[in-house]
């Protein structure tokens, strides 16, 4: 006799997950971080190096520097940037969507370190003199742009302008405060001062004592230049100097394109599955897919509950999680129809099939687990996006296609409703021993 209990359990169980889903989905989907190859954008990878004689590169340095980065990639108005240290003494920043790569190095790598000399090079005052964060841009009488500045110590300025002013303004012009951004041992102001392309800022002269705390700083500044200015100096200077070892960037079409044939490559071999799945295990087949469409919306709402950034690479590793997905289900019904071949009623044959596989799906999937995980803790960049969706998939596998699977298949089974048709379950009655 059929118990209608369990089925009525089966069906409402299905609908109330369907309606999580169907609710669950848009959100998920739109809160997904995708990354550079899906997106486009800029990735570059630096080597960390001393600022000065003597400084460690160790993990405080590293993360003081990616702080630093952080600060500079706010500019940027990147919302989703990833910055990794690397093999403790590199760092990979991937910025999503930027198209101005010229504009992103130079606010990533510059040091922004700002200094005022005198025409010997002689350090007369640097950035820590300055308030923080109150650099703007402004223009001058001729319409052109500057940057202004505000200084901690007004009387610490003029006694520089009036030592400067001291220095005779004629015949080699030696009354300068010349304004360096990154000085370098071996820079010289008279070396540069007659080259069209000179290192330093500017060079103003200074006639007199300026008891002041404003600052402005002119020159033949673009208003991208200008601009490029005021936000390093308001980011704050690196501690560390930083040398690019690699970059790549993917145009935005690129990027939209690569998801598109993705997804659609994805719908395809999913499709595939589940057609599979149908066609050889009818009923249990069946019950794999409904749970492999639960594994991906799970997987998908722990992805992006984790803020991972989804990549190429992390894509590939949900479908293969799916092919893994479908690998426990298929092993565990072939437990059951081998069972059933042997004469087993079907409740039987379910319980000794669940038994009998379980053993064999914990191996496979804890063997990939480690092999994740090994990726994960070597790996960089995209292995390591590749890994988190590889490690969540066996994870999830086990609550969908092991237990979920065994739940709605148990309902039905308990329900007696497929005690005659064993058919339902890929196996046909000739099989069956006993039945020749």
């Not at 993990?59 to 990639?73: C, E, Q, Y």
């Not at 505000?150 to 006694?159: G, I, R, T, V």
Request: aromatic residues 6%; hydrophobic residues 45%; positive net charge.
């Amino acid at each position: 006799m059929v118990k209608k209990g369990p089925i009525f359990s089966f069906f409402a169980l299905i609908i109330v997950l369907g309606i999580i889903i169907g609710f669950a989905v848009n959100p998920i989907i739109h809160r997904v971080n995708l990354g550079l190859d899906l997106k486009g954008g800029f990735e570059v990878l630096y080597q960390v190096k001393p600022l000065k004689a003597g400084q460690k590169i160790d993990s405080d340095t590293m993360s003081n520097a990616v702080a630093a980065i952080n600060k500079r990639i706010n500019v940027l108005g990147v919302s989703e940037p990833n910055i990794s240290i690397e093999n403790g003494n590199r760092i990979r920043v991937q910025l999503p969507g930027v198209k101005n790569e010229k504009r992103a190095r130079q606010l990533l790598s510059t040091t922004a370190k700002l200094e005022f000399r005198d025409y010997k090079d002689r350090l007369m005052m640097d950035g820590s003199d300055l308030k923080p964060g109150k650099a703007k841009v402004a223009f001058d009488e001729m319409n052109k742009p500057m940057v202004t500045l505000q200084l901690k110590d007004p009387e610490k300025f003029a006694n520089v302008t009036k030592k400067i002013s001291s220095y005779p303004s004629i015949p080699n012009r030696d009354n300068v405060l010349v304004i360096w951004m990154d000085y370098k041992k071996g820079d010289s102001y008279q070396k540069e001062v007659g080259k069209k392309n000179h290192k330093f800022i500017s060079d103003p002269s200074v006639t007199s004592e300026l008891n002041t705390s404003d600052v402005q700083i002119t020159g033949s500044f673009t208003m991208q230049e200008a601009t490029t200015l005021k936000d390093l100096l308001n980011s704050g200077s690196l501690p560390v100097r930083m040398d690019e070892i690699y970059s790549t960037s993917v145009g935005a079409q690129f990027g939209q394109d690569s998801m598109k044939e993705t997804i659609y490559a994805g719908a395809l071999a999913i499709a595939a599955i589940m057609l599979f799945m149908l066609a050889f295990y009818r009923l249990g087949g069946l019950i794999a897919n409904i749970t492999l469409v639960i594994y991906m919306a799970i997987v998908m709402g722990v992805f992006v509950g984790l803020q991972a950034v989804l990549t190429l690479p992390g894509i590939a590793a949900m479908i293969l999680g799916i092919g893994m997905a479908v690998d426990a289900n298929i092993i565990t019904l072939e437990r059951i129809k081998d069972e059933l071949r042997g004469g087993k009623s079907v409740l039987s044959a379910f319980k000794a099939g669940n038994h009998r596989a379980l053993p064999t799906v914990v191996d496979a999937n804890l063997t990939t687990i480690i092999a994740a995980a090994v990726l994960f803790v070597l790996g960089v960049s995209a292995v390591k996006g590749f890994a988190v969706m590889l490690l969540i998939s066996n994870v999830v596998t086990f609550l969908t296609s092991v237990y979920g699977a065994r739940l709605l298949l148990g309902l039905l089974v308990h329900s007696r409703v497929l005690n005659d048709h064993p058919w339902l379950l890929g196996v046909k009655r000739r099989d069956i021993r006993g039945n020749e």
